[in-house]
């Protein structure tokens, strides 16, 4: 069995019960740091990249995106999730040939999102957005590689005005459509939770753990019934966080205190046996 077959397996099996968390590295750097400290698998944050390449996000091209993809799955052994946004793409074609190149990255999962983009229709229209789900599936079957699809309703980010009825409907629709993990990103209340993971069940349900639901626990969503835990940008404006405070310190205070903060972490020891690799 090859390294990807290797690592879809695993993460179709992290996916049957229980609850893991997929946290969100940005390079292959963070990525070895989070194998290192025992995650069982990772997602790439497109923000987070984009941030390190001083573009927003959204601001990445399809190609570098790609090569972003593959540097992540060559730097590790876990199962790695694309962030996928839109695929790229509005029509089923150019979803599928996207998609068929997401898998050839060596991933072992991607995400399409039903967001266009655009501010006055922010939701694919409902059909195509269902389509787009089942042009994803046939790419991936038609690969044989068995990557996990997730499919993401984006309506509490876009500021729908019935983001919970539209995310069950849009679940539901995106689950039957034969996505494996079904996604809201932004719904932060428990009861609601609830509802989406029943809405699908017994697919799983990836909940998106960020500041303004940072104050549940693991154990609570797990309670829930959440499967799947990520952790979106969060730690990478978390990193970004750090060089804010210290550069500010530096800047108006003319001070250097904060750099005694900085962790002891032996990065030389844990990245030099790779020099060879």
Known sequence: MDKQAAAIEEFHRLHESGCFVLPNPWDAGST???EHLGFKAVATTSAG???SKG????????DDMLAHFREIADSTSLPVNADFQNCFADDTESVARNVTACIATGVAGLSIEDSTGNQDNPLYEFELAVERVKAARAAIDATGTNVVLTARCEAYLVGDRVPLRTSLERLGA?????ADCLYAPGVTDVTEIAEVVKRVAPKPINVLVYTKNSHLTFRQLEDLGVRR???GS??????????LNVAKEIQEAGEFTSLGHATGFDFNGLFRGRVAQ
Do not use: E, N
């Open 32 to 34: 070895i740091v989070l």
């Open 174 to 178: 995106y689950a039957a459509a034969g």
């Open 55 to 62: 573009l927003p996000d959204g601001g990445v091209s399809l």
């Open 49 to 51: 990249f984009a941030f």
């Open 229 to 231: 835990l990520s952790l």
């Open 234 to 243: 969060a730690l990478a404006r978390a990193a970004w966080t750090g060089v």
